[in-house]
Nanobody
Framework: QLQLVESGGGLVEPGGSLRLSCAAS????????IGWFRQAPGKEREGVSC????????YYSDSVKGRFTISRDNAKNTMYLQMNSLKPEDTAVYYC???????????????????WGQGTQVTVSS
């Protein structure tokens, strides 16, 4: 059974940090483009970051560039999102996802991803 399971969400004060994890089972993450998305209430799902399959390049949305870091541990078949300098506007449900293809500049389009985790809540508030 192909599965992605996120963990690491929670409540953090503005300026704080969190690290999200996403463990894959039933398939090998190394062969997929992997991404993180988020969805705030009343808003569309937004692409946050991804790692390509082609050369391992990383991509970030403008809203998180310089604050978030995506990574992958192939030995653990797990991906991560390190989030620093968190802001209230980062509050959302965060999802990890994996895509069998690589779509280059379209990496942020949720519909291109084949497998999804269940989501983990991140709340940034004082």
């Amino acid at each position: 059974q192909l599965q992605l399971v996120e963990s690491g969400g929670g409540l953090v004060e503005p300026g704080g940090s969190l690290r999200l994890s996403c463990a894959a089972s039933g398939f090998t993450l190394n062969y997929y483009a992997i991404g993180w998305f988020r969805q705030a209430p009343g808003k569309e799902r937004e692409g946050v970051s991804c790692i390509s399959t082609s050369d391992g390049s990383t991509y970030y949305s403008d809203s998180v560039k310089g604050r978030f870091t995506i990574s992958r541990d192939n030995a653990k078949n797990t991906m991560y999102l390190q989030m620093n300098s968190l802001k209230p506007e980062d509050t959302a449900v965060y999802y990890c996802a994996a895509a069998m293809g690589w779509y280059g500049s379209n990496w942020y389009k949720a519909r291109l991803y084949d497998y999804w985790g269940q989501g983990t809540q991140v709340t940034v508030s004082s």
